[in-house]
């Protein structure tokens, strides 16, 4: 069974930083293509940046290009998303997803494996 748990969500001042962890012990990993989405209050999921399995090919919305930076470890099993310079509009819940293809659409359809999501509030 598959097991992705994210973690490092909290309630930021717009300005602010948080980096979420994805922990994926039961994946292979090394060879796992994977994405963070996000889903905001009566909005549909929308990918925020995904990742190859080697990290050669990385894909990010345009909402956050320039503040935002995705890793894998592949070591530890973690996928990391850095959020920088967070401003309200990112408020939402975030999902990693695994079991898939990256590509520069990331799409949520692309993805088969999903986490429960961590809660990002970015006050203004």
């Known amino acids: 069974q598959v097991e992705m748990v994210e973690s490092g969500g909290g309630l930021v001042q717009a300005g602010g930083s948080l980096r979420l962890s994805c922990a994926a012990p039961?994946?292979?990993?090394?060879?796992?293509?994977m994405g963070w989405f996000r889903q905001a209050l009566g909005k549909e999921r929308e990918g925020v940046s995904c990742?190859?399995?080697?990290?050669?090919?990385?894909y990010y919305a345009n909402s956050v290009k320039g503040r935002f930076t995705i890793s894998k470890d592949n070591g530890n099993k973690t996928l990391y998303l850095q959020m920088n310079s967070l401003k309200p509009e990112d408020t939402a819940m975030y999902f990693c997803?695994?079991?898939?293809?990256?590509?520069?659409?990331?799409?949520?359809?692309?993805?088969?494996?999903w986490g429960q999501g961590t809660q990002v509030t970015v006050s203004s």
């Open positions: 997803a695994s079991g898939g293809k990256c590509s520069a659409r990331i799409r949520a359809s692309d993805f088969g494996y």
């Open positions: 039961t994946l292979h990993f090394d060879g796992d293509e």
């Open positions: 990742t190859s399995w080697d990290g050669a090919h990385i």
